[in-house]
């Protein structure tokens, strides 16, 4: 057996490969990137691109040392030499609000609108839409604690979805209020935990101490069973006024808006830094624990990175899950155009003619010749495979006169074209193409 892939990997493959069910087209994954990029530059996102690899530092603080993604996850990359090691971003987030910082954006118009998609590395235990490397977009706004702002996000996440096509998804939106406010719900956590201690998994018990809300996030199903016992009051009692009258806002704008969207008291965000709204979509077809994506404001993000301070909020969501999800609605993915035109010489003498024509021709559409002489029936059938449009086959008669016998592989009409009108029956046929393409 040759080679393989990393476990929890995938390879984006060409449309029409035998293997795509355990693979991803990459026509499908473009289409998704595209609908994303489309909809976050219509609102003023400009597109920006950070290093795949960044100082451990940088994750630990971002992220958090007390999480999994720190704790468990972390690809480390070592390389001659004695640097303590960088690590494969596990997320984009602290990487855009790094580049935001040491690159003085604080002088572009505010709020800044930012935009990124392209791999995130955690090493996870592999299951159906839980890989090693995945690949998120993301949208990132710093400058602005406006409740409107927080709306406007979660508005182009739904946007997105809508404009893909799903149906099936639901935002279940949240407040995890003021640092004053979660002392005092940590306080409360405290209080309630701290009595049955004993029965809480070993990383609740450690959580106990610095992070009790982190408890309610807990994977491990003793815990979940306690939480549910107990009857934990959710973060949303504790809201203060001014995170209550914020939460409030952004809300009243969703409903303004038409954005359906769920209370879920029991999204925390369990870091310092994440401050008021948080939000996750979730897709039926796609199982109830894994999240299409999920969105928070940060306000204390930049401060925690050596920064001054600079309000922010910000989301992403999987690549992959959202194609799992549009898999699971049965939504069909139109496949790359074939070429316009597959040009092929019917003798050795004319195969440089046939290349010569096609090169010239693909500033007016896509244009593929064959690199060996051919009978017209294999070009014909070679035309097909490649789902070509046209197909002219150049015989020595054909170059003399400067024509050629183009067939159209729908209707199986032919017409003769002079080599000097190429160009421009291209260009009809990639108005029509385009025009094909719009009314679908
Ligand atoms: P997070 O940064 O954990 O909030 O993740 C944001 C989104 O990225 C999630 O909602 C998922 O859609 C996606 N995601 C996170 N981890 C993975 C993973 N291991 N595999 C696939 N998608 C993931």
Redesign the pocket.
Known sequence: MPLQRPKGTQDHLPDGSPKLSRDIQASAFAHVQDVARRVLERSGASFIATPLFEEAELVKRGVGGSTD?VRKEMFTVYYFGDHGGYVLR??GTASIVRAYLQNGLKQLPAPLKLWTHGP?F?A?NVQK????Q?H?VDYEVLGSTDPLVDAEAIWLMWEVVRELGLTGVRVKLGSIGDPEDRERYNAYLRGLFGAHADRLSDDSKDRLERNPMRILDSKSAGDQALLAELGVKPMLDFLGEDARAHFGAVQAYLREWGVPFDLDPSIVRGLDYYRRTAW??HHEGIGAK?????GGRYDGLAEQLGGAAVPGIGW???I???LGALEAEGVAFAQVDGPLLYLAAMDEANVGLAARLALAGRSHGRVEFAYRAMKPGSVFREADRRRARHAAVIGSDEAARGVLNIKNLGTGETREVPVADLNAFLDDLSQQARGTREQA
């Open positions: 993604i596990p997320e995130m955690r996870e839409l839980r890989l090693r995945f998120q996750e979509l894994s999240a299409l994506g999920g992403a969501f999987g992959e899950r959202v």
